[in-house]
């Protein structure tokens, strides 16, 4: 499944976490980007992978995806100041439900196949 993300969506997840992680320092005043850290790898690969989620569940129901690529805005506390560190279980709880939500459905896809129904 995440082969297929890749293949399909690097370029659009390179080109909006680049955008996201671009917004996030305009709304957070104290935040030097420091590329060569170790914080902005993890930070980089963490949102690149979720927006490669969000692409794909976008390709496959619209208002799921743009709820998943909505939800993302959570994490940062620079962006909703007043809830700081409340928001950010919201999108990792989103984008689990989802991933469990299609690794079930396709496991009863696989299930129905091999069952003969």
Do not use: C, R
């Amino acid at each position: 499944m995440f082969a297929s993300l890749v293949k399909t969506n690097y370029k659009n997840a390179l080109i909006l976490t680049v955008f996201f992680l671009l917004v996030v320092s305009f709304f957070d005043s104290a935040y030097e980007t420091n590329i060569i850290g170790i914080e902005f790898l993890i930070t980089f690969l963490m949102y690149f992978s979720m927006i490669l989620v969000g692409l794909g569940a976008f390709s496959k129901n619209k208002i799921i995806g743009i709820a998943l690529l909505s939800s993302l805005s959570f994490l940062p506390p620079s962006i909703f100041s007043d809830y700081q560190g409340e928001l950010f279980p919201i999108t990792y709880l989103m984008f689990i439900s989802y991933l469990l939500f299609h690794f079930g459905l396709s496991m009863f896809k696989k299930w129905k196949k091999n069952a003969g129904l």
